[in-house]
């Protein structure tokens, strides 16, 4: 018995979406290692500014 296709219809393969629509248009496929370390960089970054931010406006609510 062959195994059904669980995905449905309109559904998006973004691994497949991500290389045909994103790597090679917006960033060569030679920097794709760098720019994934950009983009967790990124991420740590607001996360650490986040933090930050609600820290500050925890601390000046108590003033």
């Not at 691994?15 to 090679?24: A, N, P, Q, V």
């Not at 290692?33 to 607001?46: F, H, K, P, Q």
């Not at 820290?55 to 000046?60: C, F, K, S, V």
Request: proline share 5%; charged share 25%; hydrophobic share 40%.
């Amino acid at each position: 018995m062959k195994p059904r296709n669980r995905s449905r219809p309109g559904t998006i393969d973004w691994k497949k979406f991500i290389d045909y629509y994103i790597t090679g248009v917006l960033y060569p496929r030679s920097a794709l290692e760098e720019v994934r370390v950009l983009v967790v960089i990124c991420v740590v970054v607001s996360w650490v500014g986040l933090y930050l931010l609600s820290r500050h406006r925890t601390a000046t609510q108590r003033s």
